[in-house]
């Protein structure tokens, strides 16, 4: 089971963390990614990171401003925002998947609740 956190209503070029709790011994063996969904567009790939916390991937979109990290004492997934923009209004979602990192949300196995982060301009 995974719970996400942090979300809320931060001006242009404020910040966020987001926290994806999950429950459970084997939060290790898994690949966790962030999504997101704006209001009327599908769910879009945001970062990941791979089981072992040394390799991250980037939607380009948010490269160099969003930065996705993990532990795994914690059994916690993070998403650091910064320099916000008004375009990443959206929910957004923590997932897992086993095996590889997909930036397809259909290949992920299972979902957070999602939390909704606001950006006003």
């Known amino acids: 089971q995974l719970q996400a956190s942090g979300g809320g209503l931060v001006q242009t070029r404020g910040s966020l963390k987001l926290s994806c709790a999950a429950s459970g011994r084997t939060f290790s063996m898994y690949n966790m990614a962030w999504f997101r969904q704006a209001p009327g567009k599908e769910r879009e790939f945001v970062a990941a990171?791979?089981?072992?916390?040394?390799?991250?991937y980037y939607a380009d979109s948010v490269k160099g401003r969003f930065t996705i990290s993990r532990d795994n004492a914690e059994n916690t997934v993070y998403l650091q925002m910064n320099t916000l923009k008004p375009e990443d209004t959206a929910v957004y979602y923590c997932?897992?998947?086993?095996?590889?990192?997909?930036?397809?949300?259909?290949?992920?196995?299972?979902w957070g609740q999602g939390t909704l982060v606001t950006v006003s301009s």
């Open positions: 990171v791979s089981r072992s916390g040394d390799s991250t």
């Open positions: 997932a897992a998947r086993r095996v590889l990192v997909p930036t397809s949300p259909t290949l992920y196995d299972y």
